[in-house]
């Protein structure tokens, strides 16, 4: 992999994907993600030569026991998920025994901060991570979410305000916007949504009208024109370097998320294609801070 790769999207290479999976994870936030990933192709006509995503597992084990019972096979132990770490594009982190990693203070907690600071030391390159369920809690804990908004499984959302309130106020940042009633939430967007009567996603008034019109789809819509050292300099100025952050609400939640992604990474018709192959009705989230960086 080119170290100096900007995009996922350049030639259409395969945008690489890391799921964390701590013991006892939940299956269903790991494995509808990873259905959607697995599904999506730049061209369904040649499916197995033009698939969209390379999924890697890291865990502390060489097979990690999922709170379902089902055994999971991991590619890569923690360790070399780190050291392996600017090689991904997206970093996945599912819920599951969170207590127990908050407690411990135990992976996937260390990933997230590093893949964050990864970001920040490189604001070129385009990363995004995403939490499904208490995954998110992971997130709150590492201070990722502050200044942004956020969600997770509406049992947990008492909780969840905590972790984030005590995470503010360990590092004296901004607090984070929870939001109870979201399939997901993303944050720092970089593409152009269209006109708002045509926007397949629900989106917060005080996002419209920022975007300009005549950008494709795709981080890469401003490659090749003079205002690409522009857009990287105004990512480096975002939180956390531009880092896109996708939080999930409840377990299904992550198919809902991981298809959004597809859709900005990829494209809709693929995202839609995914969909309709698996039979799912996509439920869309929420949009804040989008900017076309």
Request: glycine content about 8%; overall charge negative; proline content about 3%.
């Amino acid at each position: 992999m080119a170290a100096n790769k900007t995009s996922a999207v350049d030639d259409q290479e395969p945008i690489d994907v890391l799921f964390a999976l701590q013991d006892k994870f939940d299956l269903l936030d790991f494995a509808g993600p990873l259905q959607v990933f697995a599904t999506a192709a730049h061209d369904f006509n040649n499916a197995g030569n033009s698939k969209a995503f390379e999924v890697t597992i890291a865990a502390a084990e060489p097979k990690v026991l999922s709170d379902q019972g089902v055994i999971v096979a991991s590619h890569i132990n923690f360790k070399e998920a780190h050291d392996r770490l600017e090689e991904f594009d997206v970093l996945v982190v599912v819920g599951g025994n969170s207590a127990a990693v908050l407690d411990k203070e135990a992976e996937p907690l260390g990933l997230i901060s590093d893949f964050s600071e990864l970001q920040k030391k490189d604001p070129a390159r385009e990363r995004t991570i995403v939490s499904v369920c208490t995954g998110a809690l992971f997130l709150g804990r590492e201070n990722i979410l502050s200044g942004l908004s956020a969600t997770t499984h509406p049992d947990y959302i008492t909780k969840f305000e905590n972790i984030c309130s005590d995470a503010a106020t360990r590092n004296l940042t901004e607090r984070t916007d929870v939001l109870e009633d979201a399939r997901y939430v993303v944050n720092n967007l970089r593409f152009d949504l269209g006109d708002e009567d045509d926007n397949p996603y629900i989106r917060r008034k005080s996002d419209s009208g920022r975007r300009p019109s005549n950008a494709r789809k795709g981080s890469m819509s401003f490659k090749g024109s003079n205002s690409r050292r522009e857009s990287i300099a105004r990512r480096a100025a975002m939180r956390l370097g531009g880092l896109r952050v996708i939080t999930a609400g409840g377990n299904s939640a992550g198919v809902d998320a991981a298809l959004y992604l597809v859709s900005a990474m990829v494209d809709d018709g693929c995202a839609a294609e995914v969909a309709r192959i698996l039979q799912w009705s996509w439920n869309k989230g929420v949009v804040v801070d989008g900017l076309d960086v």
